[in-house]
């Protein structure tokens, strides 16, 4: 399909005014097949969206509004969620009876037992039919229920960049499930716009830390994923980390070996595993990911090392946290269920440097 | 015209492997108007652009290639030049004279005057006779006369930000001329990529510094402009510093005022000298620009403050120096040689945060 | 007066938890001749300073109390003042009455002129007798005043590197008191440690802004002191911006020079004025100050350029905002009203890189 | 001892312009019982230190000399190596004859067997009498050793954190030894002052990659002293990581526990094992260490989460690589070998923000 014949969807954002609000409305204001009609916030209600973004003058006329969502539901035809835990259900409960497509940004769709949801996020869930009709929004793994889906639950930023690291190996059965390792690290806007002192620029800047250890929330999300390409549950120690930059996760995942391998064999494995993927870019042997080399992209890089002397694989994944972290891979979604190119409004390198 | 019509040409890169010629590259790689056929390089020959910046990788297929100038001016319509000074005459005689288009964006055609550039750079001048031919590349003032030129001198990083800042000053003749200073704050990136002790991360992270103080050879050619605009001879304090941040200019510019105005006068001025122009911002009052809001995109914000007590206006204009202020620009002024839309390739808003 | 020989003073400091209050702490913690004996806070009351600040960890035992004024001013011999403007007069007031010796690191005490305060800070003064009694910290210029003094207001951040980088050229008339501009770049610890959106890592970092132009509180102040030094009334154009670093500011002031002088006869004469003072550095010729050389430490550093084209002399002055811009200078006065060497706890080189 | 009584020693650095070698200016130009005689550098012979790092104007008159080898044993009782491996073994070895102390901060001694020297350095070994006389200069392991030693290898930066973290575990048996994954990341001056792409501002600055996965020199070290440890042999999988920040090494260390045991427990067991140690802070339970926390001085943080579901404990550390890691542990060992206060020049908290 060409890009001119693209009929327009009306798409709104609940939530617009956090970092992956905006994130999705600079991105879907350049796709050539949506047109922003619904942009809802809480905190700015009133407000044009450029006095709130002031990089979006002249980008963006829309006027934050708060949440009428009768009226939401009856303009849109695509509705992105981008609200804290708890507060999805019932937009997308709704909407998703309207008939309306949903893609949900925050984590309240994407575990499928109501149970591990409510022990790690400590809420009740208030609507469990919903968790079954959810598609999990990882396009490499589901796009076929994706296509399909009316709600997606679109990934944690840390699960997208660990799973994707680690489906080839567990799906060929080539690394021992119980081993694995996943050392994080994240650039600040993963934490959102809200203020804490935990994101004040002299408390990140020229600092490192981590953070939530043993105690992510994230970590359910990855096991899931992982248990269902391994056949079998599975374990992990997960342990996220605060990096001094804007943007961007680093993943380096550590697995011992089922057995010799080579890191070209491995390579090729994942190179198969991935063909025709437009968003994952399996690297040479010898090149290891950055994370400038993604950043503002909807691209997961992923490299390799073998360590011969221990009998480990060490997987490094990147990717951009608001993009194929969040509202990136949000649109991606949006495209495979409006039947947009997949690449609609997502294609192009990262800005470098 | 529409985008799908444009006739692509044929555009190559000298001195593709810094980061003025790296930026064109992913600017051009997505232009529906021009297709790359040639990147040369000094340092770099033999090998593929993502082996030297592996963010390109499954982007730009080319090999970066040693400088051969009869080929190259053969295959190409449309040459961009991103040499030290002193390089490009060469370069650009032997192409204009091949009847190409050339943009060259270092220093060796901005000067009208041989003298100056000979005593501000400290080399002789080769090609006296091309000085006239050369527009001076900055749309916003030029346009016409760019678009009728084979050979278009891209204005300096510094020079775009302090200009475009002062121009509706001094046409309308509303500040003492002889009252001008410009503070300006720049991202490492306009060093470039060569290696120096002033580009180590150690030294520059956590630091800021004045540089060339009183000698910065962007001085005469500030001046330059800003005589014309004047109609008369302007000399200028200007001083550029250095910020630890990879992209960007902020500009800090103070002028006596001609006589009682106000600030909403002033940016009514500002917003008639602009209209129409696809890459000037005149903030509305009381906003003044953050580098931030124009990382990344071809777009000069200009604010305004008048301080009373003083008799003098403080302007602030923000640049991004590697795309407006280097190869955005350079890919603008190709756009009007070609008669392709100005903003093709270079539309949309920043990256935030 | 050898170290060991010291007697040691009691020291308080009320508002202990800010960036200011914890670096008097750590400043004094080391001071052989000071010892903390009580620490007050309003946010953290009850808890221990390590709690709040743990790199104090084995270095601090006390405790954060709520301010109990007669109990602090009965234990105390010398209190400091890291409040915020208005919320000090109380406190100084009392204290001095009750014979105590006292640093207020706020504004309230700045300005001789109660008037001029109330227009700025928008606040009425309550203690108006107190203004004449106390002696502006700024040593380098009000030692002998300093030393009999009860009552110390330390001089603002920004006024302590302006009015250090001016003063020798007003005092000898060497430039037109009318042509000031200073143009400051400050490190974001000096917005203190309250949240808010303008401290958020990810809207400062890669980001650079002009803020309170030709507004902002410090003018007044600079003012004060540059007409004491001019012995005429002088106005400024004073333009502060926020660097995406922890700490530092850069000043770059320019003026008008009163007649031809060299750069090398300029600094002869900042030499000569600045003879024998322990924290100013008059750096060689054709060396600029840069924020990583003081980072740390109580020195100012000044350098000059002469630039003969435009008649102005660019002076630029480095110190650490929370040094000797705020807690170092704090101690500095301290240590001249109590007798001790003047650098006691405040000599040593900065930390590099 | 007194600080007063203390006789000064005649200490020098070999190889004083690298960033190691400035630490130690830094540091030793405070120490109340040293007094530096000669600095040398390949670099810079000639200058005066200050000319080569302005932070030093005023606090170090020294210039930069080439090496005199003879001269320099005759006028120093104390010499500190700090130059790339290989080039020590000659200085060290005449240094020890001459009767003098020597704490090499290179690689040259760390190894106890040349034969695993020799495969991951690439040279040859010239030295390998010497290596049974250096002692490693981990003080916390080694202390009365080092006291009686002429020669001290001093540690690499990833070994002192990664050692550190781990040597109460091993040497309780409390984990599996095959188990041990490091995961570190280190700030940039880690990679010295030398010129390179990798340390380039725009190159690092809002990046993270891993480098040197499964092939670092640092490997074998930390493998050495782990096994010392245990007593038996231990290999791990480590994998250093780049930062973008000046100083700080955070180490994140995996292993699965032996049997069941609380947090509380283990910290238990580090308190004991680390009691009296003056630069080791064993962090109560809840806390994890920060570098920002301890950059600057020469302390090393620990902190400790135990995941119940894995099995595992997770360990973090942090230390300044240029001081804990380098030249602080440098100064420590002299200290010691001098009988000074093992914390002369080296107390003191961090500097925060």
């Given at each position: 399909?060409?890009?001119?014949?693209?009929?327009?969807?009306?798409?709104?954002?609940?939530?617009?005014?956090?970092?992956?609000?905006?994130?999705?409305?600079?991105?879907?204001?350049?796709?050539?097949?949506?047109?922003?009609?619904?942009?809802?916030?809480?905190?700015?209600?009133?407000?044009?969206?450029?006095?709130?973004?002031?990089?979006?003058?002249?980008?963006?006329?829309?006027?934050?509004?708060?949440?009428d969502?009768?009226?939401?539901?009856?303009?849109?035809?695509?509705?992105?969620?981008?609200?804290?835990?708890?507060?999805?259900?019932?937009v997308?409960?709704?909407?998703?009876?309207?008939?309306?497509?949903?893609?949900?940004?925050?984590a309240?769709?994407?575990?499928?037992?109501?149970?591990?949801?409510?022990?790690?996020?400590?809420?009740?869930?208030?609507?469990?039919?919903?968790?079954?009709?959810?598609?999990?929004?990882?396009?490499?793994?589901?796009?076929?229920?994706?296509?399909?889906?009316?709600?997606?639950?679109?990934?944690?930023?840390?699960?997208?960049?660990?799973?994707?690291?680690?489906?080839?190996?567990?799906?060929?059965?080539?690394?021992?499930?119980?081993?694995?390792?996943?050392?994080?690290?994240?650039?600040?806007?993963?934490?959102?716009?809200?203020?804490?002192?935990?994101?004040?620029?002299?408390?990140?800047?020229?600092?490192f830390?981590?953070?939530?250890?043993?105690?992510?929330?994230?970590?359910?999300?990855?096991?899931?994923?992982?248990?269902?390409l391994?056949?079998?549950?599975?374990?992990?120690?997960?342990?996220?980390?605060?990096?001094?930059?804007?943007?961007?996760?680093?993943?380096?995942?550590?697995?011992?070996?089922?057995?010799?391998?080579?890191?070209?064999e491995?390579?090729?494995?994942?190179?198969?595993?991935?063909?025709?993927?437009?968003?994952?870019?399996?690297?040479?042997?010898?090149?290891?990911?950055?994370?400038?080399?993604?950043?503002?992209?909807?691209?997961?890089?992923?490299g390799?090392?073998?360590?011969?002397?221990?009998?480990?694989?060490?997987?490094?994944?990147?990717?951009?946290?608001?993009?194929?972290?969040?509202?990136?891979?949000?649109?991606?979604?949006?495209?495979?269920?409006?039947?947009?190119?997949?690449?609609?409004?997502l294609?192009?390198?990262?800005?470098?440097?």
């Open positions: 399909m060409e890009v001119s014949e693209m009929k327009k969807v009306k798409v709104s954002v609940v939530g617009a005014t956090g970092y992956t609000g905006v994130e999705l409305v600079r991105i879907l204001s350049r796709h050539p097949g949506a047109e922003l009609v619904k942009l809802t916030t809480q905190s700015y209600a009133g407000r044009r969206m450029w006095e709130v973004y002031p990089h979006l003058y002249s980008f963006c006329g829309l006027t934050g509004e708060k949440l969502l009768p009226a939401l539901i009856e303009e849109s035809d695509v509705i992105f969620i981008a609200l804290p835990h708890g507060h999805s259900v019932p997308a409960k709704e909407a998703v009876q309207g008939g309306k497509k949903v893609v949900d940004l925050g309240d769709f994407r575990l499928k037992d109501r149970r591990t949801y409510e022990a790690w996020y400590k809420v009740e869930h208030a609507a469990e039919e919903l968790l079954k009709r959810a598609a999990y929004g990882l396009p490499e793994l589901y796009r076929e229920e994706i296509a399909r889906a009316s709600l997606v639950a679109n990934p944690g930023c840390y699960p997208t960049g660990a799973v994707l690291g680690l489906a080839p190996l567990l799906k060929n059965g080539l690394i021992d499930p119980d081993t694995i390792i996943i050392d994080a690290k994240s650039g600040v806007s993963g934490a959102g716009r809200a203020l804490s002192l935990g994101t004040h620029f002299c408390e990140v800047n020229e600092n830390k981590a953070y939530g250890v043993a105690s992510h929330r994230h970590t359910p999300e990855i096991e899931q994923e992982l248990s269902r391994a056949g079998r549950p599975v374990t992990v120690s997960f342990t996220p980390h605060l990096l001094p930059v804007n943007r961007g996760i680093l993943s380096t995942v550590y697995a011992s070996l089922a057995g010799p391998v080579t890191c070209g491995l390579l090729e494995c994942y190179r198969s595993f991935y063909a025709g993927q437009p968003f994952v870019r399996v690297l040479p042997e010898g090149i290891l990911p950055q994370i400038k080399w993604v950043a503002g992209t909807n691209t997961c890089d992923i390799l090392a073998v360590d011969l002397r221990t009998g480990r694989v060490i997987v490094v994944t990147a990717i951009d946290n608001l993009v194929k972290g969040a509202s990136g891979q949000a649109v991606q979604n949006m495209n495979i269920m409006c039947g947009f190119p997949e690449d609609a409004a294609a192009g390198p990262s800005l470098y440097p």
